[in-house]
C-alpha cells in the first residue's frame, strides 16, 4: 500500500471517528445509534494503520490490491448499515403507527366524555365536539 | 274426449340468460293452447338484469317466479319441478326457442301412458357462428341417425316429462353439474318407463358461440359423462344419442397425448421415436377421418359448410375430453373425488334472506360495531349509514377518518355516529385496527367491517353474520364473485393469482381475497385487536386468520357500483398485495402462531 492511500485512509477513518464522538458528545445522535458507526470508524483506522493485517486479509481473500479490502469492509459496512436503519424506521413506523392509533381512540374517549359531561377544559372551549386547537 | 286435457307446467333456469330469455318465454307463451298451464321460472342467482326483467313478467301474471337454490342447473330445474301444479313438465332451457306446435308434438308422444317423456329436435340457428353451427349440424346429424321413437336418453332442455315419473326417481341428480339428464333418463328405463324423440316438435337452440366458452362447455360434458360412466357402468358404450364411437374419442385422444409424450421423451434420449409417433399420428387420423365422413354427411343433409369443420372442432373436442379424463382421474386417484361431484366450480350456497334477516335480529344492542374506514369518501359516507341503520338498527356505527383531505372531518360532526380520526395517514389496515380496539374496549363481540364506498350493502351483513352467529365459523368474508364477470386486465389477473395462491396456502376456497367487507367474530377480535396487519391487508388477513386456527367462510354478496369517488384497488396495488402474499407463502411457516402473544 502507497504511502498516500494509507495517509488518506488513516485521516477519514480518523475523522469519522472524531465527527462520531462529538455528535454524541452534542447529544445530536444518540448512544444506541452511535456505536455502529464507532465500531466502523474504529475498524477502518485499526486496518488503516496496521498494514500487515490489511496485507494478510488481501493474501487470504486473493485480492491483489490491498487498499482494495477497504472498499470492501466499507461497502459490508454501509450494506449492515443500512439494514440494521431499515429495521431501526420499521419498528419506528409501528410504534408511530399504534401512537396515531391511541391518540385517534383517547381523541374520542375525550369527545365522548366531554360530550356526555359537558365539561370544559380551559376557558374558551367550545364543549361541542371541538378540538382544543 | 269429454275428460279435460292434463295440465301443462313449463319449468325454465334462469341463469344469465338475458340474450335469448324474451325470445324463449314468448315462444313458450305462444303454446298456449286453453289447457290449464303456467310457466314457472327459476332464477338461480343472475347478474345481468334477467331477474329484473323477470320480476316484471312475473308482476304481469305471465309466469310464476321461484328464487334458485344457486346450486347448478339439476338443483334449480328441480326446484321449478317441485313448484309445478300440471301432470306435464315441460323443461326448456334459457336458450331454446320452442316453434309453433311443439307442445303438441310432445303431448301426442305423452299420450301413451307408457312414455315418460318425449323431447324434441332441435336445429341450429341459421346466422349463428361457426362454433355454434358445428355444436348444432352434430347434434342435429346424431338426431337423425335416430329417426324417431323410443330412445333410451333424452336430453333437458327441449322435452316434456310426465310429472309422476319424474318424482318416482326422486328427480334430477343434484349432485352433478352435467350429464344429469342422461343420469336421469338411465334411471328412468331402469325402471321400466319408455322414453321417446319427437323429431317433429322443432326448437332452435342458441350455441354458445366462443371458442372458448365452447371448449369449457366440451370439458364440462366430459367430466359429467364420466361421472355418469362411474354410476352406470354399463355405458360406457354410449347411448343411442352418444353411440360408442363418439364415447371412444375421449379415450383414444388420450392414447394419441401418451404416445406423442412417449415419442418426445425417446427423441430425446436418443431412442427410436418414429414408431410412437407414427402410432399417435394413426389414431389421429383415424379420429379425424371419422370425424370428416360425419361431416360430410351433415353437409350433404344441410348444406351448411360448417359441417365440413367437424374434424377440427372434434379434435379440439377431443382433447377437452382427454383433459377431462385425466383430471377426473387424477381427483379419483387423490381420493379429491367423493363420488361423482360438479364438474365445474361449485357456488357455495348463497345465504337465504329468511336466514339473514334472522340473524340480523339475534344481534342485541351494544353487542355488534360497524367500522367503516375511509379516506375521502365524504360524498359516500352518509349514504354508507343510512344503508347500515335501515339494515341493522341495534348495531353501532363507527367512522375510522383515516387522514382524509376532503371535508370528511367537518362532515363527521353532523352525521350523528361516533368517529375516530387519525392524524396521520395509517392506511386501510391500521384504521381498522383501531376500530377494532375501539370495539374491544368498549365490550363489542362483533365487529363488521363495511368500505367506505357504499359498495357493500347492509343487508348482507345478515349473510355473513349467519355463519359465524352458527359457531361454524370465527369470522366471515362477502365475496363479490356472484357479481362479478367484468373485471379488467392486470388487475383482475393478479386478483385471480391471489385467490389461487390463499386457497393453496389455507387449504380453503378463497375467491375473492381482495374483499373489504368482513365479520369478525370474538376471537378473531382478540387476535386482531394486536395483530391486525396494517397497509393494503386484506389478503394477509385471510392468511393471518387460518394459521392461527380461525376459520374464515366465504359468503356470497351482491356488490352496488361505486357510485362517487375511485376505488383503492389499483392495478398495482393489486399486484403489490399479490408480491406482499408471495412473501408471506415464504415467511409466514416459519413465523408460528401469534394469539396469545404478548404483542410485538
Known sequence: MTDVVQVVSIGVSAALLIAVIELVRR???????????????????????WRNMLELAASALGVHYPPAVLLLVLTLFVVVVSLYFSVVASGQRKQIERLVEEMALLDADVRQLRDV????????????????? | MTTAPPGVSFVIPVLNGRRTLRVALDAVLAQRDGRPFEIIVVDDG???????????????????????????????????????????????????????????????????????????????????????????????????????????????????????????????????????DNDLSYRLSRQGHRLVYSPEALSTHHWREEFGTYLRQQFGVGYGRLDVVARHPMRVRGDDVSGILMMLHGPAMLLVWLL???????????????????????????????????????????????????????????????????????????RRHRGPSHSMPRRPAVVPAAAARAARGAISPGSLLVVVPAFNEASNLPR??????????????????????DDTDDLLRSLGVPWLTMSQRVGVGGAVRTGIRYAARRGYQYVVRVDGDAQHRGCDIGRLLVPVLSGHSHAALGSRFLARGSGAGLRRMSQSALAGLLTLL??????????????????????????????????????????????????????R????????????????????????????????????????
Not at chain 2, 427423441?267 to 377421418?289: K, T
Not at chain 2, 344503508?387 to 377518518?401: E, G, M
Not at chain 2, 373489504?516 to 391486525?532: I, N, S
Not at chain 2, 393494503?536 to 376459520?551: C, I, Q, T
Open chain 2, 384 to 405: 354508507v349509514i343510512s344503508d347500515v341503520r335501515r339494515a341493522l338498527p341495534a348495531a353501532d356505527i363507527l367512522i375510522v377518518n383515516d387522514g382524509s383531505t
Open chain 2, 46 to 180: 343472475s347478474a345481468d338484469g334477467s331477474l329484473a326483467m323477470l320480476q316484471e313478467r312475473a308482476a304481469a301474471g305471465e309466469l310464476r317466479l321461484v328464487r334458485g337454490p344457486g346450486r347448478g342447473t339439476a338443483a334449480a330445474i328441480n326446484a321449478g319441478i317441485r313448484e309445478a301444479s300440471h301432470p306435464i313438465i315441460c323443461q326448456v332451457d334459457q336458450d331454446v326457442i320452442v316453434h309453433a306446435g311443439w307442445l303438441t308434438c310432445l303431448l301426442r308422444s305423452l299420450a301413451d301412458p307408457e312414455i315418460a317423456a318425449a323431447q324434441g329436435q332441435y336445429i341450429a340457428k341459421p346466422g349463428a357462428g361457426f362454433w355454434a353451427r358445428v355444436m348444432g349440424r352434430d347434434l342435429e346429424q346424431r338426431y337423425c341417425r335416430m329417426g324417431g321413437g323410443d330412445v333410451d336418453h333424452v336430453c333437458t332442455g327441449n322435452t316434456a316429462y310426465r310429472a309422476t315419473a319424474l318424482h318416482s326417481v326422486d328427480l334430477l341428480d343434484e349432485r352433478l353439474g352435467y350429464g344429469y
Open chain 2, 260 to 334: 406423442m409424450g412417449i415419442a418426445g421423451f425417446a427423441a430425446v434420449a436418443g431412442r427410436a421415436w418414429l414408431p410412437w409417433a407414427s402410432a399417435a399420428l394413426l389414431i389421429l387420423g383415424a379420429l379425424a377421418g371419422e370425424r370428416a365422413i360425419a361431416g360430410a354427411a351433415a353437409w350433404i343433409r344441410s348444406r351448411d359448410r360448417a359441417a365440413l369443420g367437424f374434424p377440427v372442432a372434434h379434435l379440439a373436442r377431443d382433447c377437452a375430453w382427454a383433459f377431462a379424463i385425466l383430471l377426473w382421474t387424477a381427483r379419483l386417484v387423490m
Open chain 1, 27 to 49: 447529544r445530536t445522535l444518540t448512544e444506541e445509534y452511535s456505536f455502529i458507526w464507532i465500531v466502523c470508524a474504529s475498524a477502518l483506522l485499526a486496518l488503516s494503520l
Open chain 1, 117 to 133: 359531561t359537558g365539561h370544559r377544559l380551559f376557558v374558551g372551549d367550545r364543549a361541542q365536539n371541538e378540538d382544543p386547537d
Open chain 2, 506 to 559: 389455507t387449504r380453503r376456497r378463497v375467491t375473492d381475497p381482495t374483499s373489504g367487507f368482513w365479520l369478525f367474530g370474538p376471537r378473531a377480535l382478540r387476535l386482531l385487536a394486536r395483530h391486525h396487519p396494517g397497509g393494503y391487508a386484506e389478503p394477509e388477513l385471510v392468511l393471518l386468520l387460518s394459521r392461527n386456527g380461525l376459520r374464515v367462510a366465504e359468503v356470497p354478496i351482491r356488490m
Open chain 2, 561 to 600: 357500483p361505486r357510485l362517487s369517488g375511485r376505488t383503492s384497488l389499483t392495478a398495482p396495488r393489486a399486484v403489490i398485495a399479490l408480491a406482499r402474499t408471495v412473501l408471506a407463502l415464504v415467511v409466514v411457516p416459519f413465523r408460528g402462531t401469534v394469539e396469545g402473544e404478548a404483542g410485538d
